[in-house]
T-cell receptor, first 114, second 115 residues
């Protein structure tokens, strides 16, 4: 079946540090890949997406590149801020129609210290 | 920017009682979903809904669960006889299209606590 694996957390960084959150996937086919972010007390917000191999999604200084050869979609940011503290979920979506549900990874909590 | 809205934000219910969670998807969206997140665990798919019928449901979505779009705007999840293990955050989502590249937009969730 389809699955998403995220690195174990939590992750604690100092402000302005470089961030990498690893995500790999297993899928029968060619999924679209997403990063969602959940700020404290809030719902899931789409952070970025990539729909085919070698696509790079970017938003708010975050980037992730769809790597088909390594089945990965690692999230990176060059300089994190305290406001980036949140839970980050990697997800895939495969197929078409209403059957194309999102499959999520476990999520990882990021805490950024001032 | 249009958003998915969910009510209530927190629902406390006695075990065995019925509960209805409400969602208003983004107005031009056609595909609707419910997910849940048990505390500390991953977000899990429950059900997808399109053209007034269920398209897919997970093994979690048993006979105690039902969904309905009673009018042109609301999308509800009903749990007929709640159990302790139903305690979770429930998220509604919608998407404009059904393609795999279409993002799903989520509401802020309803925290359901079963006593």
């Amino acid at each position: 079946g389809n699955s998403v694996t995220q690195m174990e957390g939590p992750v604690t960084l100092s402000e302005e540090a470089f961030l990498t959150i690893n995500c790999t996937y297993t899928a029968t086919g060619y999924p679209s890949l997403f990063w969602y972010v959940q700020y404290p007390g809030e719902g899931l917000q789409l952070l970025l997406k990539a729909t085919k191999a070698d696509d790079k999604g970017s938003n708010k200084g975050f980037e992730a590149t769809y790597r088909k050869e390594t089945t990965s979609f690692h999230l990176e940011k060059g300089s994190v801020q305290v406001s980036d503290s949140a839970v980050y979920f990697c997800a895939l979506r495969l197929g078409t129609g209403a059957n194309s549900k999102l499959t999520f990874g476990k999520g990882i909590t990021l805490s950024v210290r001032p | 920017e249009p958003e998915v809205t969910q009510t209530p934000s927190h629902q406390v219910t006695q075990m065995g009682q019925e509960v209805i969670l409400r969602c208003v998807p983004i107005s031009n969206h056609l595909y609707f979903y419910w997910y849940r997140q048990i505390l500390g665990q991953k977000v899990e798919f429950l059900v997808s809904f399109y053209n007034n019928e269920i398209s897919e449901k997970s093994e979690i979505f048993d006979d105690q669960f039902s969904v309905e779009r009673p009018d042109g705007s609301n999308f509800t999840l009903k749990i007929r006889s709640t159990k302790l293990e139903d305690s979770a955050m429930y998220f509604c989502a919608s998407s404009e299209g059904g393609g795999g590249n279409q993002p799903q937009h989520f509401g802020d969730g309803t925290r359901l606590s079963i006593l």
